[in-house]
């Protein structure tokens, strides 16, 4: 039993630690904490549509927009592509939970397809100089659901929108305005070597 306890604090605690994994070139690579990016491509692959909720061109531009905003507050942004010291090519799935219980018993509680319940976010960056790849990494956080103190706005706003029978559409903008940070999170942590 004790054995077993041991496992699962193992297991738990490295999932609380989880950084993506890196490919690195051959090549040593060093990328100064201090260097600045571009985002040449973001590409933004909505799965799960509803009508009650973000057009896929407004998710896109919500994602982009947070992405940039968080750069140039984290000072990593370039004033232009000219400047920049890497180009960035992200690649972004972002999907969609939306309970359907085809008419069961849910459905005499909330309409089917009302309720956002909760988002994949995957994605992979590319890191580019001089035309070259310098490297890549990739994450997938699945079953995402509003966190952190204004997270416990949003699941109250859904318990209303549960009890109302009225949905959450709301939530998805506090989403597309949180989920870039995983992403800069993550090219501020590349190592230098």
């Not at 054995?3 to 604090?9: G, N």
């Not at 966190?147 to 109302?164: D, P, S």
């Amino acid at each position: 039993m004790r054995a077993f306890a041991v496992f699962l604090a193992v297991c738990l605690l490295a999932g609380c630690a989880s950084k993506p994994d890196y490919y690195i070139s051959p090549a040593p690579v060093t990328i100064p904490k201090t260097a600045t990016y571009w985002l040449d491509t973001f590409d933004v692959e909505v799965v799960g549509k509803n009508e009650r909720f973000l057009p896929d061109d407004k998710v896109r531009q919500q994602l982009g927009v947070d992405l940039v905003d968080r750069l140039l507050s984290a000072k990593r942004y370039a004033p232009s592509k000219d400047k920049a010291d890497y180009l960035l090519d992200v690649s972004i799935v972002y999907t969609r939970h939306i309970p359907d219980s085809k008419g069961g018993l849910s459905t005499l509680i909330v309409d089917d397809n009302t309720i956002l319940a909760s988002v994949d976010f995957s994605y992979q960056v590319k890191v580019k100089k001089a035309g070259s790849e310098v490297l890549h990494f990739a994450k997938t956080r699945e079953n995402l659901v509003p966190a952190g103190v204004m997270g416990e706005a949003q699941k109250w706003k859904t318990m209303g929108g549960i009890l109302t029978n009225s949905g959450n559409s709301s939530v998805e903008r506090f989403y597309t305005g949180v989920l870039s940070r995983d992403i800069v999170d993550d090219l501020l942590d590349i190592p230098s070597r």
